[in-house]
C-alpha cells in the first residue's frame, strides 16, 4: 500500500498541472498586458521564468514589506505565516502548472524556454519587411505600435477574502522589458496596483 501511495505522489508531480483560471482574472491580466502592446498577436509563456520569479519571490520574507514606488510608497502590509506561505506556494506552483492556449482574444502560448527567441524572429521579420517600404512607412508602423512583447504571468493569487491579491507580471522585448510582484486593492470598485514588491524597468 505505502508503495502504490508513494507512486500516485511520483505520477502527480511528474506531470504538470493546468491552470484553469477564471474570466475576471483574465480580464484583469489583458488590460495589463494592452498597456504595452496595444495591438496584435498577445505571444505568452506557459509559464514564469523560473530564476526571475524565485528571485522576487524572496521578497515575500521580509517582515513588513513595503511598496518600493509609487504614490504608495509609504504604505505595507505584514503577512501572517500562514498567508506568507500560502502566497509563496502559490507562485512556486506556477512554476509547474501549464497555462491555457488562447487565454485572450488574438493571442497564443509558447514555452517558456522559447518565447523570447520566438517573439525576438517576430520582430526581426517585421522591422526587415518595413524597411524595405521607405522612411514614411517606417515611421507610421512605429507610431501605430505593431511590434511584439513577450509576456509572462500568474494569476491573480487571493487572500483576506479576496479583498487584496499578489500579481506576477513579466514582458520583454528585444529592447529591454519589465518585472512586477505587486499586491493589488480594490478603490472605487476597481483593482489597484497598491505595493510593488519588487522589480521595475531592464
Known amino acids: 500500500m505505502k508503495l502504490l501511495f508513494s507512486c500516485f505522489v511520483l505520477l502527480l508531480f511528474a506531470f504538470q498541472l493546468t491552470a484553469q483560471p477564471d474570466s475576471t482574472d483574465l480580464q484583469f491580466i489583458h488590460s495589463q498586458i494592452r498597456k504595452y502592446q496595444r495591438h496584435g498577436t498577445i505571444y505568452y509563456a506557459n509559464q514564469p521564468l523560473e530564476g526571475v520569479l524565485k528571485r522576487q519571490l524572496k521578497e515575500l520574507s521580509k517582515p513588513v514589506i513595503k511598496s518600493i514606488i509609487g504614490l504608495h510608497s509609504t504604505d505595507s502590509i505584514v503577512l501572517i505565516p500562514s498567508e506568507r506561505s500560502f502566497l509563496t506556494n502559490q507562485l512556486k506552483r506556477s512554476l509547474i502548472t501549464v497555462l491555457d492556449d488562447n487565454l485572450f482574444p488574438n493571442s497564443?502560448?509558447?514555452?517558456?524556454?522559447?518565447?523570447?527567441?520566438?517573439?525576438?524572429?517576430?520582430?526581426?521579420?517585421?522591422?526587415?519587411?518595413?524597411?524595405?517600404?521607405?522612411?514614411?512607412?517606417?515611421?507610421?508602423?512605429?507610431?501605430?505600435?505593431?511590434?511584439?512583447?513577450?509576456?509572462?504571468?500568474?494569476?491573480?493569487?487571493?487572500?483576506?477574502?479576496?479583498s487584496i491579491f499578489l500579481h506576477f507580471f513579466m514582458w520583454n522585448t528585444m529592447g529591454g522589458g519589465a518585472v512586477y510582484l505587486s499586491f493589488y486593492r480594490k478603490e472605487n470598485d476597481q483593482w489597484v496596483k497598491w505595493i510593488e514588491v519588487s522589480g521595475g524597468n531592464y
Open 108 to 162: 497564443r502560448r509558447i514555452a517558456v524556454a522559447d518565447i523570447t527567441a520566438f517573439v525576438s524572429n517576430k520582430n526581426r521579420k517585421i522591422i526587415d519587411s518595413v524597411r524595405a517600404i521607405g522612411p514614411a512607412a517606417r515611421d507610421s508602423f512605429f507610431i501605430s505600435n505593431s511590434m511584439h512583447e513577450a509576456f509572462f504571468f500568474t494569476m491573480p493569487i487571493y487572500i483576506r477574502d479576496r
